[in-house]
């Protein structure tokens, strides 16, 4: 079967400026979660989807990420404006409802 | 704070030594417990999980982890480790707090020599 899909898998962006990350979770998976890790730790939690409804975003910082996920498949996450502290490597995962986690390469973002 | 410890976050071995790391949870009340691998330039992958039933579990490339409730712990063995094995590890509790939440360990970093 299909891995999770990711795009871009790289990106430079400036501070201040916005940027959007794409997932395509495996196909049935109800359950799709970003995390963000940053380098030495590991993976945080921002956001998790159940279909297409948000069962937990407490870890999001809500005035500048958002996430969304259209018919309960593709998701997106923005971030807008970005901060430098928002380098790292966001992941996208998905899953059938308690079960294993199947995790997508990830985009590694740098702010400058 | 509830949490997900891994109190060793690099280790170094050689190939065919023993290995042991650590994890251990804050979380009362039922937990599901996982351990997640990602080898170089690679995507994270399941290892092993614990729902229920014997607290000894067997994953792939003859890691084992045991699950011991009194002590919250859920470490991870290998008896034999190879250069392949190197890898950063990582320990996840699911639990039901109103939700079904995923909490990940800061992981450990094993360098296997030759």
């Known amino acids: 079967e299909a891995g999770v899909a990711q795009s871009p898998r790289y990106k430079i962006i400036e501070k201040r400026q916005s940027v959007a990350f794409w997932c395509n979770p495996i196909?049935?998976?109800?359950?799709l979660y970003w995390y963000q890790q940053i380098l030495g730790q590991g993976p945080k939690l921002l956001i998790q989807?159940?279909?297409?409804?948000?069962?937990?975003d407490s870890q999001l910082p809500k005035d500048r990420f958002s996430a969304e996920r259209l018919k309960g498949v593709d998701s997106t996450l923005k971030i807008q404006p970005a901060k430098l502290e928002d380098s790292a490597v966001y992941l996208c995962a998905s899953s059938l409802v308690l079960d294993e986690q199947y995790f997508g390469p990830g985009t590694r973002l740098t702010v400058t | 704070a509830q949490s997900v410890s891994q109190h060793n976050h690099h280790v170094i071995l050689s190939e065919a030594a023993s290995l042991e790391l650590g994890c251990n949870y804050s979380y009362g009340g039922t937990v599901n417990l996982f351990w997640y691998v990602q080898y170089p330039g690679q995507h994270l992958q399941l290892l092993l999980k614990y729902f229920s039933g014997d607290p000894l579990v067997k994953g792939i490339k003859g890691f084992e982890a045991e699950f011991i409730k009194s002590k919250f712990s859920f470490n991870l063995r290998k008896p034999s480790v190879q250069w392949s094995d190197t890898a950063e590890y990582f320990c996840?509790?699911?639990?039901?707090?109103?939700?079904?939440?995923?909490?990940f360990g800061t992981g450990t970093r094993l360098k296997v020599l030759a």
């Open positions: 996840a509790v699911n639990r039901y707090s109103g939700t079904y939440k995923y909490i």
């Open positions: 989807f159940q279909n297409n409804g948000v069962v937990d």
């Open positions: 196909s049935g998976h109800a359950t």
